[in-house]
């Protein structure tokens, strides 16, 4: 538990702005407990990855250099071997991934995005063709892939603000028999789950279905940028279609890359750190449910959902004012689980949760 001198919190019951990578910290001699962060094996502050950027960094500078296409060689090898592409790139941030994939289709394209799933495709895709589809009613799916020709299909592993796994098995069947590219949407699924943290397509043995694959390194490995994977003339007509952009990703980053995929990999595999995620993630949403708190959530990732924004924020204040930071987005507020929470920590939070609730009476009694 380190001590943290910044000013948080300018007003009081303020959400704040900026709040240090760690699960809990101490300010004004009060400790709080951080669920904020998506950070749920803890990386983001490893000492082992700040190292291996410094080192990076030291040795051979921050642009892209000669030692560049040598660390690059060696993560394409093991994400080849993870992911089991033919062909992948490295990008700086999702968008430039996103924009990237979105490139090779053409204006008649029509691309099906989840409600719930990740804001930076809705960002990209705003100006196409798009259809929004509910993964909980297949049969309106169903419907709307029949009424269009040239179609691609977004498929989700976790809704990141609803915390629960997507029924990818069946999304992905009801794509093959309407004829849709398969983007395999890893954004907020890749380091979780899957053997090793492979991601959701390890986790349905989804690999021969899936078309193209887009995830995050930043997300749950504590790196930088997105990978995007696909056979090899799709690759190749991505780098026709955006140049360069690949090469902004500077070497020290895909370093850090690298050495976050060999900590979750060998810690994979004895399975403690995985185990006493899923563990603790069990435990606290099981207890949030049996309080009567609305959630859906069955991941690391802990959602409860209000009645309305303001139910919402009044509970997200509530919670600042007892020492615990949590991420609203309108109706919802959602805690990152994280390893380095205790249960004495989970324990603590919930029994807040329990009396906040009661306070505003919106739990059993």
Known sequence: MKPFQ??????????????????????????????????????KNSEYLRETARTNIEAKGIVPTEARAEIMGNLLSVMFDIKRQESLLVFPDEISAIFALVSIFGPRTTFFVDYESSSSLASVLQYRNIEYYDFRDLDQLRKLLASHAEKVMFVDGVYDWLGNVSPANELIKLAHENECVIVANELNSFGLLGREGRGFVDLCNAYASINIDVGSFSKYLGGFGCYLGAKKYMVNKIRENVGYVTD?????????????????????????????LWKNSRYFITNLKQMGFNTMSETPLAVVIFNNNEEAGEFTKKLIDEQIIVAQKKERIRLCLSIEHSKEDLDQCLQKFEIIGNALGMVRT
């Not at 995929?261 to 399975?271: A, V």
């Open 248 to 276: 902004f990703v500077p070497q020290f980053m895909l370093a850090v890359n690298l050495a976050s995929l060999d900590m979750i990999r060998e810690k994979g595999k004895n399975k403690e750190m995985y185990n006493k």
């Open 6 to 43: 910044v000013h948080l919190f300018d007003e009081e019951g303020k959400i704040p702005e900026s709040v240090p990578p760690e699960p809990s910290f101490v300010y004004a001699n009060k400790r709080y407990l951080n669920f904020l962060h998506v950070d749920c094996f803890h990386l």
